[in-house]
């Protein structure tokens, strides 16, 4: 139990386009997710927190034009990058509180490269 | 702070023990965790200490938490090739989670 879906497990795009990530908590609801950015050999930065219903949390210095996040559902929350441009190339990981196991259930993970 | 420190590496003959430390600075934590990642993955979570707690043992790892200190430690025993990877500590401030700096564990035969 407690899994966390994120699609895709990479992208390609060009620069000035958008790109939209997926978590999906599969048996689960999730009130609450999170997403992260980890760069090369460095540790996970947390961005924004996202609630259902309500607007995200962002980290202080995180773009929230530029970093578009949706949480309609108990299940569903999504992370578009918009206008996308090559420093935004990272690897962006989506996480899930789920209580029963008292800690974080994390995606796979998407790589984002923008060319 | 939030700062979350680790060790950046550590290489461990295999068969032997593996301790990993991590030292963070937010006394009201609630829980500290260690995560293994692997390349190119996300996170697994491998196993959490309740800040009250001082050690919690889970098959061959075993936790240590020294609150005076703020200090957390994981010890793998009989490291296999298989525990080759990234290792974070975080601890919990409310819901968020920070994270260690990571460290990489690499055992060799």
């Known amino acids: 139990g407690a899994v966390v879906s994120q699609h895709p497990s990479w992208v390609i795009c060009k620069s000035g386009t958008s790109v939209k990530i997926e978590c999906r908590s599969l048996?689960?609801?999730?009130?609450?997710m999170f997403w992260y950015r980890q760069f090369p050999k460095q540790s996970l930065m947390l961005m924004a927190t996202?609630?259902?219903?309500?607007?995200?949390?962002?980290e202080q210095g995180v773009e929230k034009d530029k970093f578009l996040i949706n949480h309609a559902s108990l299940t569903l929350s999504t992370l578009t990058v918009t206008s996308a441009h090559p420093e935004d190339s990272s690897f962006y990981i989506c996480?899930?509180?789920?209580?029963?196991?008292?800690?974080?259930?994390f995606g796979s993970g998407t790589r984002l490269t923008v060319v | 702070g939030e700062d979350v420190e680790q060790s950046l590496f550590l290489s461990v003959r295999e068969g032997d023990s593996s301790v990993i430390n991590c030292t963070y600075t937010d006394s009201s934590s609630t829980y500290l965790y260690w995560y293994k990642q692997e390349p190119g993955a996300g996170l697994q979570l491998l196993t959490y200490i309740f800040s009250n707690m001082d050690m919690k043992q889970d098959q061959r790892l075993t936790v240590l938490l020294n609150k005076k200190d703020k200090h957390l430690s994981l010890r793998i025993a009989d490291t296999q090739t298989g525990d080759s990877a990234i290792y974070f500590c975080?601890?919990?401030?409310?819901?968020?989670?920070?994270f260690g700096t990571g460290t990489r564990l690499q055992v060799f035969p």
């Open positions: 975080a601890e919990r401030n409310t819901d968020k989670l920070i």
């Open positions: 996480s899930a509180i789920h209580k029963r196991s008292y800690g974080y259930t």
């Open positions: 996202s609630n259902e219903g309500s607007k995200a949390t962002y």
């Open positions: 048996d689960f609801q999730a009130t609450t």
